[in-house]
């Protein structure tokens, strides 16, 4: 049974991807920001599979003190973690550099930058002791480098995750520890539909249009990573669900399949 921990698990891909590691038979702990939203999804998933090993522990990840005891509560209630997925993250409204209030932009930098380097720095320490694990990152829009004129905050923190995965990989060598990236692509959940602007009714229905060809629900994502994860055992390992080749595919057949994935 590997025994796995997700940050940012109480809703969208983080419970998608809890839910379908637990239905696979292993060990779970969940993990939102407040201990309301973590209570909320240990009860969705027990109820879900009453059966499964699973327990939940609020973290806020620019807390350093509270990804430690993250650890020590998983350590406690499953004996040790083989994987630790850095997934808690926060987006920014679509707009320019300068019109993004620096409390957002702080927030951005401290959860998806700062909390990232204390979740790799509490799981390296946890994993060199006993011995073995994975470290897993989520990347997201900017990781490759491109630009969406409006997210340059989180397209900017989300370049910086790739970097840091990249150098873990080289510092862990020694370790035996996998350290991996996971690239999700887009996908209908509420951080990635609060980012968006609708008040350019244009904009809006370009932005649709794009979505409906090329996002996905978090569930199916999930279903896809998962197995993926468990099966890992090459450093410095990329799992990518929305490739190029599916990207072009998904132009090519869009007349045909006409998706429709967002509802009005």
Known sequence: MQRIVITGSSRG????L????????CAVVVSGSTKESTDAAVSILRKELPSATLDGAACDVTVF??????????KEALGGVDHWINNAG??????????IEPAVMESVVRTDVLGVLYGARVAMHGMT????????FMEG????????DGLSVYGASKRALRYIAASLVVEA????ILIGTLSPGIMITDFTMGQIDRSNRGAWERTKKVF???ADNPETVAAFLAPRILAAHKRGAHIAWLTGRKIICRFLTAPLLKRSVIEE
Request: aromatic share 8%; net charge positive; charged share 20%.
């Open 13 to 16: 891909l983080g419970l998608a």
């Open 18 to 25: 809890a839910r379908e590691f637990l239905a696979r038979g």
């Open 65 to 74: 003190e509270q990804v430690e005891a993250l650890w020590e509560r998983a």
């Open 90 to 99: 926060v987006g920014q409204p679509m707009r320019p550099i300068w019109a």
């Open 129 to 136: 002791a006993q011995g073995s694990g994975a470290v897993w």
């Open 141 to 148: 829009h900017g990781s490759d480098g491109r630009i969406i």
């Open 173 to 176: 060598k020694a370790t035996g």
């Open 212 to 214: 409906n060809i090329l």
